[in-house]
């Protein structure tokens, strides 16, 4: 989507760069391994204004939201030593089925989808600043 620029590694602010994760196919809660490290999904990567200074563009937040590719942050369960190459494993499907996509489409395209937002609310891995974020999107409509 930006033909023109150079983008190495870290360039998005990441951490990790992990081929094949795909927001809309990991919940909120879910477990992995990545080398002997164990992580949980808890929430999406939302960009900030400092994204836009970065790439010396106006419109690169709200092309990073566009682009629904966010990226994961992880809660470290269980410390250990990860390198290049590891496979990211799951360990643990979360039941509630709320991806990382959703809560991006939610806070940002789709404020009015209640059935997702009473579901969000009850992922107890979600930060609660998410939560109470949705259940006042809830309260507004109902």
Known sequence: ELPDMNLPWGMFGENLTIEGLVEAEVNIGDHFRLGSAELVATQPRLPCFKLGLKFGRD????????????????????????QIGDELELLRRD????????????????????????????VKDLPDGWRDYFQQQIDKRS
């Open 95 to 122: 039941g509630t089925e709320v991806t990382i996509a959703d809560i991006t489409r939610l806070f940002a395209f789709e404020k009015d989808d209640l059935t997702t937002l009473q579901k969000a609310v009850q």
């Open 59 to 82: 419109d690169m937040v709200k092309r990073f939201l566009a682009s629904r590719r966010t990226g994961v942050y992880f809660k470290v369960v269980r410390e250990g030593q990860i």
